[in-house]
Nanobody, 122 residues
Framework: EVQLVESGGGLVRPGGSLRLSCTAS????????MNWVRQAPGKGLEWVAT??????????TYADSVKGRFAISREYGKNMVHLQMNSLKLEDTAVYYC?????????????WGQGTQVTVSS
């Protein structure tokens, strides 16, 4: 069973930091692309960051709204991906989802975590 389990959300003041974590299971983590996606209250899904697998150079990309403040990273030995969020702003308030794009013998698939709430409030 493919599963993504998130943790680390909470309440933080503007300018503060949080670190989100996602533990993956049920697929080959090493060769998969991992993403963080968020949904602000009353808004649609917004892509935040991507960590590409080593086959694509292990690169990372970010939305303009979080560049310089957020950092995505992976611990391959633990099947975990993290999102370090610094200098948080009120507009960062959202439910944050861990997302995986992975391949099996039968095709390409995507999976989502349950989401974790991040609230930035003064």
């Amino acid at each position: 069973e493919v599963q993504l389990v998130e943790s680390g959300g909470g309440l933080v003041r503007p300018g503060g930091s949080l670190r989100l974590s996602c533990t993956a299971s049920g697929f080959i983590f090493r060769t998969s692309h991992m993403n963080w996606v968020r949904q602000a209250p009353g808004k649609g899904l917004e892509w935040v960051a991507t960590s590409y697998g080593p086959g694509l150079g292990g690169d990372t990309t970010y939305a303009d709204s979080v560049k310089g403040r957020f950092a995505i990273s992976r611990e391959y030995g633990k099947n975990m991906v993290h999102l370090q969020m610094n200098s948080l702003k009120l507009e960062d308030t959202a439910v944050y989802y861990c997302n995986a794009d992975y391949s099996t013998r039968t095709g390409d698939f995507t999976s989502w975590g349950q989401g974790t709430q991040v609230t930035v409030s003064s």
